[in-house]
């Protein structure tokens, strides 16, 4: 039996930086695993380690006592004491949100958590179309209009220069709960709550807005006790809300992402059995979940996720809040319906609009080493998708625009090695505006400004990108044979749910291998589709290869060895548990001596 994480072991049989450079991917075994031995039982133990910022605990069940301090997070005593006021003197207060999943969970879980000590608030999520993104002047007024004087914002808010000073002059206080990157001038809002900000003592600085949210919460029920309000509120039970929020906004799963998303995901099941979460059940079982089942990081990202934020991309994201938080289960019926449908049709504007960037792409004279994108046409909603999808495609840097009311409004997705946060924030004067992370950015720009930041971009891309990082990284986390592939060893891998960035699937390098068989699989063989039956010179076992069948349906006719990656999931196929391993990539053995 074979198994081993140790990266000289790994990698004896190649000679450059990578293991192995494919027409997809360039492999490389994971750095934080270099020293481990062939011991499963020394990995898994390293790996839970490092999920929980090199923190371990007996039992999952005492997770929750990892989690940093609440008064580390600065502003917090300070924001929590003006809530306090505003309840005292019985002032409106407006959570200001965002328009996806961390926003309309952040906004779903305040709202609950103000009912519950009897005191209701207002949720305000500005139009998409009308004010962009994020705390805005035209959302303000508003709120003045109806006599708010305290706005909380979730998920946004740190880059509200000028709002936060219109603010002062509508009798409005701010308090900024986010989690994005610091622009270079800080608003003057009455209190800032983000890790990232300078002098924050709190460790994680990649919590979700989310997750920054649940902090305010444990600060301002501690605050109410001590100040003789009746709150019993059990937060443990909003836990369902950050684990939501956080996986679906693709925040990095470790640390207090993990904990939190760990035991949200319990708390969500839990809570859909009492029939708490009436809205999100139904939204699953539009999506093809069966009651019984369990709730993973996967149906939040493939399931729920895409479903809440169709509200947001193409309509009112008030809608999916109002899902989140409603009781009665024929609201909850049409509502989820009617997310979904959106949902279907936010994928044929994906589809379309993909389809019309690839074109753009293909008719350069060459392909730069950034790319900037822009159809009038193309909806403010969905160009975010539309750059994901043209980044897994060309692995280039790129911005995809739309125009709304003679104003460009795009989104930006980035590759592993680039800085698009950085790189675009050193001229953020340019924008009218501009905010995100290292990965993914969203902006204004007047039309004028197009070719300039084009050629801004470009140039700044070819500067910092070097060939090796034009190809997407496959990280492995160590070797294995078919024989090591044994239902109790993806058993206990499985125990590292939930899996999501900087915590992915585990892969594994498998081989050198030989194909024995190839069944095409589906309705429609030529999907490519295929379970085939590989060989080691030990053992035999049958993977999984969408899109592959032709590829091996060529190594079985000649002959050649193959190396695979591949992950492995727990899977049920007529009632009975067993394993399901995938192939991510292959890479051909032209010669014994390599292995």
Sequence with gaps: ?????????????????????????????????????????????????????????????????????????????????????????????????????????????????????????DIYIPDRLLEG????????????????????????????????????????????????????????????????????????????????????????????KENSFKCDINLKNYLDFVAIGTIADMAPLVGANYILCKIGLEVLL??????????IQELLLCAGWKVGQKVTASDIGFKIGPRLNAAGRLGNALRSVELLATSDINSAKEMAFHLHQENSER?????????????????????PDALVLHQPHWHPGVV??????????????????????????????????????????????????????????????????????????????KINIQDKDKTPLLKVDGLLSLESLTLSLVEKLEELEPYGVENPRTRWLLGPVQVRHVKRMGKDISQNHAKVLFYDGGSE????????????EQFLETGLSVQLVVEAKLAVWNGRLTTDVRVIDYAPVLSSSLF
Excluded at 270 to 279: A, C, E, P, T, V
């Design 1 to 121: 039996m074979v198994f081993t994480t140790n990266q000289e072991e790994v990698t004896q049989h190649f000679t450059n930086e990578y293991l192995c450079t494919t027409e997809r991917y360039a492999w490389k075994i994971k750095d934080i695993f270099a020293k481990n031995s062939d011991s499963f039982a020394e990995y898994f133990s390293q790996k839970k380690k490092f999920l929980l910022n090199g923190q371990m605990l007996e039992t999952d069940g005492a997770l929750l006592r990892l989690l940093p301090e609440p008064w580390l997070l600065k502003d917090l005593k300070l924001a929590c004491e003006r809530i306090l006021q505003a309840i005292r003197q019985k002032e409106k207060i407006t959570i200001f949100g965002d328009y996806d999943v961390d926003g309309t969970t952040s906004c779903a879980m305040l709202q609950q958590f103000f009912a519950e000590i009897n005191y209701p608030v």
């Design 133 to 224: 993104y994020g705390l805005n002047s035209i959302g303000l007024r508003k709120l003045a209009a109806q006599q708010t004087r305290l706005v909380i914002t979730v998920d946004n808010g740190i880059s509200a220069v000028a709002a936060c000073e219109e603010s002062k002059q509508l009798g409005i206080d701010v308090i900024v709960t986010d989690h994005h990157d610091i622009p270079l001038k800080l608003p003057n809002a009455f209190a800032i709550l983000n890790p990232k900000q300078e002098n924050c003592l709190f460790p994680e600085k990649m919590i979700a807005g989310v997750g920054v949210a649940f902090y305010l919460l444990i600060g301002l029920r501690q605050k109410l």
């Design 270 to 279: 839990q809570n859909i059995s009492l029939g708490n979460r009436l809205g």
């Design 347 to 367: 994928q044929l504007l994906e589809k379309q609009y993909t389809e019309e960037a690839f074109e753009l792409v293909r008719k350069m004279s060459f392909i």
């Design 384 to 461: 975010g998708l539309v750059a994901t999808r043209v980044l897994e495609k060309f692995y280039r840097p790129v911005l995809v625009f739309g125009t709304v009311d003679g104003k460009l409004k795009g989104s930006g997705r980035s590759t592993h090695a680039f800085n698009l946060f950085a790189t675009l924030n050193a001229a953020r004067d340019e924008f009218i505006s501009f905010g995100g992370h290292f990965h993914a950015v969203g902006l204004t720009i007047s039309p004028e400004k197009l070719e300039w930041l084009t050629e801004y971009l470009h140039s700044q891309a």
């Design 541 to 552: 076992a049958w993977l999984t290869a969408f899109g592959l069948a032709e590829v091996f």
